[in-house]
């Protein structure tokens, strides 16, 4: 049983199209999370939820639209898909303060 | 051997020796710091962590030093098997408390093991 599961694994896509990405988790935990790898491995947070209330927004472009359903649930909505957001999108929860999160297995967003 | 560089770091060791892999961390209020290990096509798995007020903690053949001081923080693997072949990340808990609590992660350091 997946204790973060993200769907889909792989999604590519044309320019300009509206996407989104689901992630459930069965963890128990109150907050979810929203990360962005780059071609450079490098991981950067783009939200966070924090049962179902958003509580971090990294100056992330308003095309990208978090919603969190209940507290398991934390799905990204992107409109007018450009070039620059291929990336790997990660999807974490976390039990608070001081635990460490718990990933996903990350969604390969290609825009072409 | 230790990794240095701008961009993603890469560390070569022979299968059974010793891995030494560093971070540097920014803030000196952070007060919580995990690592990652991220193996190709596959999401971070927590590997080990501590809490500022302790310089070291031990695992299954893993021990996380952390210096203050110098704002440092290293991740030894002993006897070090392919299966250990992975990106490393530290990250750090900069984002204060309560709700607004964050993990920022470090750049990652590629661990290469030859059999």
């Known amino acids: 049983d997946t204790a973060v599961s993200q769907t889909p694994k792989y999604l590519v896509t044309q320019m300009g199209n509206d996407k989104s990405i689901k992630c459930e988790q069965n963890l128990g935990h109150d907050t979810m999370y929203w990360y962005k790898q780059d071609s450079k491995k490098f991981l950067k947070i783009m939200f966070s939820?924090?049962?179902?209330?958003?509580?971090i927004n990294e100056t992330v472009p308003n095309r990208f639209s978090p919603k969190s359903p209940d507290k398991a649930h934390l799905n990204l909505h992107i409109n007018s898909l450009e070039l620059g957001d291929s990336a790997v999108y990660f999807c974490?929860?976390?039990?608070?303060?001081?635990?460490?999160?718990?990933f996903g297995s990350g969604t390969r967003l290609t825009v072409v | 051997g230790e990794s240095v560089g701008l961009h993603l770091p890469t560390l070569s060791v022979q299968e059974g020796d010793n891995s030494i892999i560093n971070c540097a961390y920014s803030?000196?209020?952070?007060?919580?710091f995990i690592w990652y290990k991220q193996e190709s096509g596959k999401g971070p798995q927590f590997i080990i962590d501590?809490?500022?007020?302790?310089d070291k903690r031990q695992g299954q053949r893993v021990t996380v030093l952390l210096n203050k001081t110098v704002k440092h923080l290293s991740l030894q693997i002993a006897a070090t098997q392919p299966g250990d072949s992975a990106v490393y990340f530290c990250a750090e808990n900069k984002g204060g408390g309560g709700s607004n609590y964050k993990l920022t992660f470090g750049k990652g350091t590629l661990l290469t093991v030859n059999p």
């Open positions: 501590i809490r500022s007020n302790m």
């Open positions: 803030n000196s209020a952070s007060d919580y």
């Open positions: 974490a929860s976390g039990a608070g303060q001081n635990y460490g999160y718990t």
């Open positions: 939820y924090n049962n179902k209330e958003l509580i």
